[in-house]
């Protein structure tokens, strides 16, 4: 398990001086795949994975506000949280079958189980959890280890948007 690390353009390093140093390689023109497979970390992470399904009565506008300017769980808990990005289910009812209709899902990264320990009672998620409550028709979580591919384009952007 690597202490942290930095997410820039879709590859993961273990340090920001590894990064850096790929950095200032990739200016002087040297093949990044070469050099980055030099310093490239293979973070694992633990993903916490909440699904929602809201009240009939929840407009659209209320969840994409909720999602957009009220949760902010990076901001909430630097340092617990690495990175969390949100979902729409996109077929919420062409799988109804299977889906029990939760239609949205987050993403939480936090370091490994002892983040989550930290994540879990702090008095920021206990914000967000009544917060989002009187929404909430019903709620699965699930939590998984996680490596983190560097070969999937948009993942580092999406999940970490200020490089966490």
């Not at 310093?39 to 633990?46: I, Q, S």
């Not at 799988?95 to 990264?109: K, L, M």
């Not at 983040?115 to 019903?138: C, D, I, R, S």
Request: charged content about 25%.
């Amino acid at each position: 398990m690597y202490q942290y690390f930095v997410a820039r353009r879709g590859v993961f390093f273990a340090s920001r001086a590894n990064y850096r140093a790929w950095n200032s390689q990739r200016k002087k023109g040297v093949n990044s795949a070469i050099f980055s497979s030099i310093f490239f970390a293979d973070p694992m992470v633990l993903l916490h994975l909440i699904y929602h399904k809201f009240k009939p009565e929840v407009s659209e506008a209320e969840i994409e506000r909720m999602y957009h300017e009220d949760l902010n769980l990076k901001a909430r808990m630097p340092g617990i949280v690495l990175g969390w990005t949100w979902y729409k289910n996109i077929s919420l009812e062409s799988r109804a079958d299977v889906n029990e209709g939760f239609s949205h899902g987050v993403i939480v990264y936090v370091r490994d189980l002892e983040g989550l320990n930290q994540y879990l009672p702090h008095p920021e998620h206990l914000k967000v959890k009544a917060l989002q409550g009187p929404m909430l028709e019903k709620i699965m979580c699930m939590d998984l280890e996680e490596q983190l591919p560097a070969d999937c384009p948009g993942l580092a952007e999406r999940a970490f948007p200020d490089g966490a």
